[in-house]
T-cell receptor, first 115, second 115 residues
Framework: GNSVTQMEGPVTLSEEAFLTINCTYTATGYPSLFWYVQYPGEGLQLLLKATKADDKGSNKGFEATYRKETTSFHLEKGSVQVSDSAVYFCALRDKSGGGADGLTFGKGTHLIIQP | DTGVSQNPRHKITKRGQNVTFRCDPISEHNRLYWYRQTLGQGPEFLTYFQNEAQLEKSRLLSDRFSAERPKGSFSTLEIQRTEQGDSAMYLC?????????????FGAGSRLTVL
């Protein structure tokens, strides 16, 4: 079946540091890949997505590249801010492999940015 | 449009009682999803509607759980004879069809505590 594995947190960084949150996946077909973010007290929000190999999703300074050869979709940001503190979820949708129409999520990575 | 709305936001109940959650999706979205999220975990897919038709149900959705979307607009998720293990955040999401189906908009969730 489909699964998503992401690095465990919490990840604590200083403001302006470089961020990488690792995400790898297992899927039977050709999934679309997503990063969602959950700020305290709020619902999940789509941060970025990529629908095919070598696509790069980007938003708000965050980037992730769909790497089929390594089945990875690592999230990066060059200079984090305190306002980036949140829980980040990697997810996939794999209709081509006969998977459920719903998203499969990783466990989430709690990011804490200190001033 | 105010996004995806869920009610109630919090529900505390005693074991054995029935509870019902309501989700109002974005009005032009024909797809609606229910997820469950427990502490420290990512959201887990429960069920999916396209218009009023319930097209997929996860094996997580036991016989005590039932979801409806009678007119293809709002949806309800009912849990009968609640158990302590049902304590979780119940998330609703909606999306348009076609090319936009990949992008889910989530509500803030309904937190259930079973005593």
């Amino acid at each position: 079946g489909n699964s998503v594995t992401q690095m465990e947190g919490p990840v604590t960084l200083s403001e302006e540091a470089f961020l990488t949150i690792n995400c790898t996946y297992t899927a039977t077909g050709y999934p679309s890949l997503f990063w969602y973010v959950q700020y305290p007290g709020e619902g999940l929000q789509l941060l970025l997505k990529a629908t095919k190999a070598d696509d790069k999703g980007s938003n708000k300074g965050f980037e992730a590249t769909y790497r089929k050869e390594t089945t990875s979709f690592h999230l990066e940001k060059g200079s984090v801010q305190v306002s980036d503190s949140a829980v980040y979820f990697c997810a996939l949708r794999d209709k081509s492999g006969g998977g459920a129409d719903g998203l499969t999520f990783g466990k989430g990575t709690h990011l804490i940015i200190q001033p | 449009d105010t996004g995806v709305s869920q009610n109630p936001r919090h529900k505390i109940t005693k074991r054995g009682q029935n509870v019902t959650f309501r989700c109002d999706p974005i009005s032009e979205h024909n797809r609606l999803y229910w997820y469950r999220q427990t502490l420290g975990q990512g959201p887990e897919f429960l069920t999916y509607f396209q218009n009023e038709a319930q097209l997929e149900k996860s094996r997580l959705l036991s016989d005590r759980f039932s979801a409806e979307r009678p007119k293809g607009s709002f949806s309800t998720l009912e849990i009968q004879r609640t158990e302590q293990g049902d304590s979780a955040m119940y998330l609703c999401a909606s999306s348009p069809g076609g090319a936009g189906a990949n992008v889910l908009t989530f509500g803030a969730g309904s937190r259930l505590t079973v005593l």
